[in-house]
């Protein structure tokens, strides 16, 4: 190569020595980091692998539980608590739609109130009652006058039913004002005719009648 085309400039290198010695080569002088790259390369390397492996471990170490862990997580809950279990009651359903719980409870059911039982009507044992014959059988009036005579009624008189008239079809209880009601409903009772065949009517005589088709 001719002096003309080399490309640096001349140095200590370019003097030539004595004669047989060799002549020193031109180099270009090196910078830091083409002479650092090299150990950065292998840190980086070696740096890569280390994070590697330890996540390789910490991810194996992590998918595995203990057998005892494994068992306990795999096993369901069987088992009540006592308080559950003596809150659940087998309960028995009633005719009426109440249920009745195992257990010491108090009754839903509201006690009925039984009814009241009216007092007897005190009858007037002195008032003019008339027994009449409504049937023509012999001695239906007589009969029936002796049981409310053997009462204590002291004005009683067996009587045919009026000839002419039509008598009611069932044993009938007339009164002629409100005051002798109690005493009407009391012979009635003495026959065991019910309260709804006791009206009162404007009788001709008598206090009360008592219309029977009956022996008593």
């Known amino acids: ?15 030539r020595g004595p004669e047989g010695s060799p002549v020193g080569v031109h180099r270009e002088p ?3 980091w083409s002479s ?9 390397v070696f740096a890569g692998l280390a994070v590697g492996i330890v996540s390789f471990l910490s991810d194996g170490r992590g998918t595995e539980n203990p057998p005892a862990a ?10 009540a608590s006592p308080e559950s279990s003596e809150g659940e009651g087998s309960g028995e359903g009633s005719g009426d739609g109440s249920t009745e719980g195992s257990g010491e409870g ?7 109130e039984e009814p009241t039982e009216e007092p007897a009507p005190e009858p007037n044992y002195d008032a003019f009652v008339r027994v009449l014959n409504a049937a023509g ?7 029936n006058a002796d049981v409310l005579v053997g009462e204590g009624y002291t004005n009683v008189s067996p009587e045919d039913y009026p ?9 009938t209880i007339w009164y002629a004002t409100a005051e002798d009601e109690d005493t009407a409903l009391a012979v009635a009772s003495s026959f065991g005719i019910p309260a709804e ?20």
């Open 1 to 15: 190569m001719t002096k003309s085309h080399y490309p640096y400039p001349p140095d200590e290198f370019d003097v």
């Open 30 to 32: 090196r910078s830091g």
């Open 36 to 44: 650092a790259w090299p150990f950065l390369l292998v840190a980086v």
């Open 70 to 79: 494994q068992q306990e997580s795999a096993a369901p809950e069987t088992s």
């Open 106 to 112: 108090e009754s839903t059911e509201e006690p009925t």
């Open 137 to 143: 059988t012999p001695g239906l009036a007589g009969a």
């Open 163 to 171: 000839e002419g008239q039509t008598p009611p079809e069932v044993d």
């Open 197 to 216: 065949n006791v009206t009162e009517v404007a009788v001709a005589s008598g206090d009360v009648l008592a219309i029977l088709h009956e022996m008593p």
